[in-house]
């Protein structure tokens, strides 16, 4: 195993460097907005104008801001006293961001300034949120992507997601050779995809651990279904179950100590929980059914899964207490793939309707489910940590892309890949 | 029919064996060479019967692909169905009987399905496919030690794309000979 796993590593260091998988990148681009987008400007800082560049970027993509172009800009100022808020006002911008980047080794040293310029003229409701950074070079895009979030929070009163990570699958077909898969993290926004596993064969289901640091998935690179967990920062991974059967599907739970699976050593796919540190299985479903895709709720009390217990897919919660079991969908033939948002009240699954699939959410008080996706060809809905968006899976023009859809569906985006087919998307805890 | 065949072909058998060749064909009392070659002739002549019978399923390709072992076969199944085929079952059979006589052959079934749907739900719905063909090779007697059973779900596609052509290829069990001998 030692021996294999540094053959492997080595084979990851060679691939990366010849398939140029350092390079690839998925483009995020934005198809629908919010029609109540906050007009914003962000100046582009005195220094270097990167950071504002990628601020403006994440909050255009958000489809909640109406971003003012970069050519229309005819004012620079650099700091709150430079600011003439009888000239901003008339542009239309409720709000502005401005700042400063200064050079010192290694490090920028970066001032960074929200105003309101609605209420600005007014020396008394002045509203300014000044900061300061000292940030490695390397580390700029991160502190863009910091200070977003800070201007999404302020602006809209909801945490920012732009610092979050997603992970997916990337399935390349080179010519006349055979098919390479890999577990991709990127940034939210697609940039700087890093393979943390390269494969012969297939890999699925990635699941973010609690804190961010981790991934479990399958993979098949043994010619048969197996769980492991990978720590992303440093690549060291271990198998962590190797059934007869499927080994499939894992979801951490929210406290990191477990993980829900799929084994069917049993003979059938059923749900089980395994334990991080004592390596113990504890068996949660029963029957002759297939039971798949569990994922836990916030209070880490129950479990949502597929099953087809009652003829075809539906979702179903189970106490992990008393192992009591209540059906959760009534509406359509087929219903997967659920999870929860952060505040409990929905299930975001994936949906089928006259034989297509689409992502929906599901208000478990109401019981009403709602697509959020029409193109029928959807698939992996993953709930970003904010509750607001969702990430996904589709089929456009023959390739697999990954889409983002905000649950009340205005907000669309998609990422298309260059470089292969993109699937099984996840994203991450904040950061 | 062709069990009506074997039925007539194997009581013959059974009645050569039990009265003697040479009296069944009535030549007794004639010239011994003559009666050696005419022997051997009417043998030449059952000898040829055994052959016909052995190629006699083969009348197309397809089902002479189907029928052979040992023999690498994709078996296809309906939209959310593991229910084998009946066209099928003479073919798993076949495999099952070189099995059998071929004590270290090793087959992996790997169960598939079409690109629709939940990836995980699918892993379970093409083990249960690859399943039901291992059900058919354990019920003809061939022991669980010399059968592997691997699911991919959706996730090793025949074809790509999104055509009812596309899904129907996508929606089988591939038994593979790891080992032929």
Known sequence: ?431 | MRSNKNIIFWGLMVLLSVSGCSSMLGLKDENPDIYSAKVAARQAAIAQGIGEHASFAATDQSIRHLQAAPSDQTYYFDFDKAAVKKDYVDSIDSQAKYLLNTPNAQVVLEGNTDIRGSREYNVALGENRAERVAKILKLNGVSTKQIRVVSYGAEKPAALGTSEDAYRVNRRVNLKYEQRS
């Open chain 1, 1 to 431: 195993m030692m021996v294999n796993q540094a053959c492997r590593g080595f084979l990851l260091f060679f691939v990366v460097c010849f398939t140029g998988l350092a390079h690839a990148s998925l483009n995020l681009e934005l198809t629908q907005g919010i029609d109540a987008a906050i007009p914003i400007a962000i100046v582009p800082f005195k220094g270097n104008d990167t950071l504002s560049q990628i601020i403006q970027t994440d909050l255009q993509n958000s489809g909640h801001f109406k971003v003012m172009a970069k050519q229309e800009i005819e004012a620079f100022p650099a700091s709150p006293d430079d600011v003439n808020f009888a000239y901003w006002k008339k542009t239309g911008v409720n709000a502005l961001v401005v700042g400063k980047i200064d050079s010192q080794g290694d490090n920028y040293q970066v001032t960074f300034s929200i105003l309101d310029v609605f209420h600005g003229s007014d020396p008394q409701n002045q509203v300014t949120n000044t900061k300061v950074f000292t940030v490695k070079k390397a580390d700029i895009r991160q502190l863009a992507h910091h200070l977003s979030d800070l201007v999404y929070e302020q602006l809209t009163g909801e945490k920012g997601i732009f610092s979050t990570r997603i992970a997916y699958v990337l399935i390349e077909h080179p010519q006349g050779m055979p098919t390479k898969y890999a577990l991709v993290v990127a940034d939210v926004d697609g940039f700087n995809p890093k393979p943390l596993l390269i494969s012969d064969e297939p890999i699925m289901s990635p699941s973010w651990s609690p804190d961010g640091r981790e991934l479990a998935y399958v993979s098949f690179e043994n010619n048969r279904a197996e769980i492991y967990r990978s720590e992303v920062a440093s690549g060291k991974r271990e198998l962590l179950t190797s059934y007869p059967g499927i080994n499939g599907a894992p979801a951490w739970s929210p406290d990191g100590q477990k993980l829900a699976i799929v084994l069917s050593k049993s003979g059938y796919p059923k749900i089980y929980t395994y334990d991080l540190s004592t390596k113990l299985l504890s068996q949660i479903t029963q029957g002759s059914s297939i039971d798949t895709e569990p994922s836990f709720a916030p209070d880490g009390n129950s479990l949502v899964f597929t099953s087809d217990r009652g003829g075809s897919p539906q979702i179903y919660q189970v106490n992990l207490s008393d192992f009591d079991i209540q059906r959760l969908t009534f509406d359509g033939s087929y219903n997967s793939s659920a999870s929860y948002t952060s505040d409990g009240k929905n299930l975001v699954l994936l949906h089928r309707d006259g034989g297509l699939f689409n992502i929906a959410i599901l208000d478990l008080g109401s019981g009403k489910v709602t697509n959020l996706t029409h193109s029928g060809l959807s698939e992996s809905p993953s709930v970003a940590p904010n509750g607001k968006m969702v990430l996904y899976g589709s089929l456009y023009g023959g390739s697999g892309i990954l889409g983002i859809v905000s649950v009340d569906g205005q907000v669309r985006l998609q990422l298309p890949s260059r470089d292969g087919d993109v699937q099984g998307p996840v994203w991450s805890p904040y950061a």
